[in-house]
C-alpha cells in the first residue's frame, strides 16, 4: 500500500524567513496530495492541495510543488509569521480507490518572532 | 458548507465499557466517511472507509469486532469501540466526502474533517 514519508519532523525559523517541509509518496497511482495544518487538539484544517496533473500550486504565501517522476512533493511558506506555528502534515490518496488519505509523520513547525 | 460534526467531543468511560461516537455530514452528503485514530504528537493513522449502505473496509491491523462502524445514512456513521481498555484511549476524527451543494463538478477528493472525539478510558 501506500506509504507516505515527511520531513523534518520539527522545524524552527525566525519570523519573515521560509519554511520548506518534503514528503515523498511510493505509490505512483497516487494522484491527490493535500496539506494540513493542525493545532493542538483541533481538527485538521486544509491549507491547499495539489493533483498530479499539475506541477505547481500557489496561494499567497503558501505553494506547494510536485515531482510526480521523483514521487515528491513539498510544501513552501514564506514570509513566515507567529501564527504559521503548528503541525503540518502531508497526504496522499488515489481517487479511484476510494479517497483513502495516507498521512505523512507531521513536521512541528515553530516561528519565533 | 462542507461541514462535519462529531459527538461528543470528549469522553471518559470505565475500562470494559463500550463508547459510541458519531459523525454527521451537516449540509452535504457524504458517500464516503473515514474514521482515523491520532496519539498524542502523531499523525492520523486511518482505521477504516466506510460507504453508505455497506459494510466498512478495514486497514490491516485494525480489529473490525472491536472497532464497529456503522454508516447507515448519507449523513451519519457511527463508530463504536467495544470493551475498551486504556490503550485505546486516543484522539477519533471522522472526515466525509461526497458532493457540497452549490458546486457543481462535486469535490471528489477532499475531505471534511471533525472536530474530534477525546476518548480516555480508565
Known amino acids: 500500500g501506500e506509504n507516505v514519508e515527511q520531513h523534518p519532523s520539527t522545524l524552527s525559523v525566525q519570523e519573515g524567513d521560509s519554511a520548506v517541509i518534503k514528503c515523498t509518496y511510493s505509490d505512483s497511482a497516487s494522484n491527490y496530495f493535500p496539506w494540513y495544518k493542525q493545532e493542538l487538539g483541533k481538527r485538521p484544517q486544509l491549507i491547499i492541495d495539489i493533483r498530479s496533473n499539475v506541477g505547481e500550486k500557489k496561494d499567497q504565501r503558501i505553494a506547494v510543488t510536485l515531482n510526480k517522476t521523483a514521487k515528491h512533493f513539498s510544501l513552501h511558506i514564506t514570509e513566515t509569521q507567529p501564527e504559521d506555528s503548528a503541525v503540518y502534515f502531508c497526504a496522499a490518496s488515489i481517487h479511484n480507490q476510494g479517497g483513502k488519505l495516507i498521512f505523512g509523520q507531521g513536521t512541528e513547525l515553530s516561528v519565533k518572532p | 458548507g462542507a461541514v462535519v460534526s462529531q459527538h461528543p467531543s470528549w469522553v471518559i468511560c470505565k475500562s470494559g465499557t463500550s463508547v459510541k461516537i458519531e459523525c454527521r455530514s451537516l449540509?452535504?452528503?457524504?458517500?464516503?466517511m473515514f474514521w482515523y485514530r491520532q496519539f498524542p504528537k502523531q499523525s492520523l493513522m486511518l482505521m477504516a472507509t466506510?460507504?453508505?449502505?455497506?459494510?466498512?473496509?478495514?486497514e490491516q491491523g485494525v480489529e473490525k469486532d472491536k472497532f464497529l462502524i456503522n454508516h447507515a445514512s448519507l449523513t451519519l456513521s457511527t463508530l463504536t469501540v467495544t470493551s475498551a481498555h486504556p490503550e485505546d484511549s486516543s484522539f477519533y476524527i471522522c472526515?466525509?466526502?461526497?458532493?457540497?451543494?452549490?458546486?457543481?463538478?462535486?469535490?471528489?477528493?477532499?475531505?471534511?474533517f471533525g472536530p474530534g472525539t477525546r476518548l480516555t478510558v480508565l
Open positions: 472526515s466525509a466526502r461526497g458532493f457540497v451543494t452549490g458546486k457543481s463538478s462535486g469535490i471528489h477528493n477532499e475531505q471534511f
Open positions: 466506510s460507504n453508505e449502505g455497506s459494510k466498512a473496509t478495514y
Open positions: 449540509d452535504f452528503q457524504a458517500t464516503t
